[in-house]
């Protein structure tokens, strides 16, 4: 499974790459916007942070503006995915810059009928919202469930990128349902480190050895 960043913050994402497993990071208007500066110059520098897909998202919703907003947005850089909502307009734009293979990340998906549309226009991700479904009382990670079946008995080669996503418990039932990718704020990802017993045991380890040749633990 992909492990990409939901955050448009460079010292977040700067941190998380420090880490050495982060394939990619996904943006929206809103992460943008808590920045304070502009898309195109955001997007850039994320790229220069990490090397992998890096999802920018069109504010037209036409067909032809989000066509003509789509190819500024490729031309940044190699890495970037174009992120595009899942509405008609949106999906006939999908489908023409798939056609001239610009990469498209289809969002705001939540029902497996728009997954399927979104993959038959040709799209490179998937973005379906779980915590979202959560919010209002739907079951977010049956989506990808049946996305991924959907995609499977079709041989679609578009990716589930499963998103809106808020805690450790939706990253490895994103897993175990076979979505490709999981995109997560920078707190989810380091939840995903913690197990007390693996600080436990490596104190025990330390003062172990300490005890038997007069070294000091190091400092955690
Ligand atoms: O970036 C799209 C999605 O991951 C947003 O998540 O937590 O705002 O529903 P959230």
Known sequence: MKFFLDTANLDEIRKGASWGIVDGVTTNPSLIAREGRPLKEQVAAIC???DGPISAEVLSTET??????GRELAKIHKNIVVKLPLIKDGIAACAALSKEGIRVNVTLCFSPAQALIAAKAGAYFISPFVGRLDDIGHNGMDLIRQIVAIYEN??????VLA???RGPTHVIE????GAQI???PLKV???LFNHPLTDKGLDQFLKDY???FGTQPAAR
């Open 48 to 50: 220069d942070i990490v």
């Open 64 to 69: 032809a503006a989000m066509i003509a907003e």
């Open 154 to 159: 079709y041989d679609f080669s578009t990716q």
């Open 163 to 165: 998103a809106s996503l």
């Open 174 to 177: 994103s897993a175990l349902a």
């Open 182 to 184: 999981g995109t997560m």
């Open 189 to 191: 990802m380091e939840q």
């Open 210 to 212: 300490g005890k038997a």
